[in-house]
């Protein structure tokens, strides 16, 4: 039969778990990261106070500090890899493709990191919108910023391959499968964009069809499904 394991991380806040491998990996406001391989604390190192849960980048846990750099571990001996910082400004938003870590920079530039050596590989353009929330999905690095903005990147080397602009503000991640790129505004509404790259880029655009969420009663304005092009062209948007 199936057993419940439990074991002591400490008296702090823990953040979100994440699983590399066959291990549960935690980190707390006592400024340890804790490894469980099945459901046992194995390693604890010290890496700083997170400002987040920790990603899986390959065999290392990489969490974001208060002190806006991200620090990485190696699972599968505990080691403390080199600090990933951005000098002049603060990083958030950690994701990765297990081999480059991906991480946005307060000022709204993205960049890319090798967390094994902490050495940067790409690094975009600084943006005044602030900074923005990254999801990765295959090839591409989507973005999307708080001016309403979303920018789909090349994971390898960072070149821009499209951007939107929308009438709305943008707060969380967007969500990538093969189909289409979802995010939802300030408004609350749900927005499906065909992306160059998705399944459905290929085909010509559909009419654009509203997405709306179900917990808002008044009329607003509502999403669409969108194919853009590679340029700064608005969306049609049925209100």
Wanted: one cysteine or more.
């Amino acid at each position: 039969g199936r057993s419940l394991r439990t074991d002591r991380t400490g008296e702090d806040t823990l953040t979100t778990p994440t699983v590399i491998k066959d291990a549960a990996v935690v980190a707390s406001t006592d400024e340890r990261l804790y490894v469980l391989p099945g459901g046992y604390v194995q390693q604890k190192p010290r890496i700083g106070r997170p400002a987040g849960g920790p990603v899986a980048a390959g065999d290392a846990a990489c969490t974001p500090l208060t002190d806006g750099s991200v620090r990485c571990v190696r699972t599968t001996d505990g080691d403390v890899l080199p600090k990933i910082v951005l000098p002049g400004t603060m990083l958030s938003a950690p994701a990765s493709d297990g081999k480059l870590l991906f991480a946005a920079g307060a000022n709204g530039a993205v960049g890319a990191w090798d967390p094994e050596t902490g050495e940067r590989r790409w690094l975009t353009p600084e943006r005044s919108a602030g900074a923005g929330q990254l999801a990765r999905h295959k090839e591409r690095v989507v973005v999307t910023y708080p001016d309403g903005r979303l920018i789909g990147l090349d994971a390898a080397d960072g070149r821009q391959l499209w951007k939107v602009t929308l009438p709305d503000r943008f707060d969380t991640a967007p969500r990538i499968d093969d189909m289409a790129t979802y995010v939802v505004g300030r408004t609350g509404t749900l927005y499906a964009l065909q992306t160059p790259g998705s399944a459905e880029s290929a085909t010509p655009a559909r009419t654009p069809t509203a997405t709306s969420s179900p917990r808002r009663t008044r009329p607003r304005p509502q999403g669409a499904l969108w194919n853009p092009a590679p340029s700064d062209s608005p969306p049609v948007v049925t209100t």
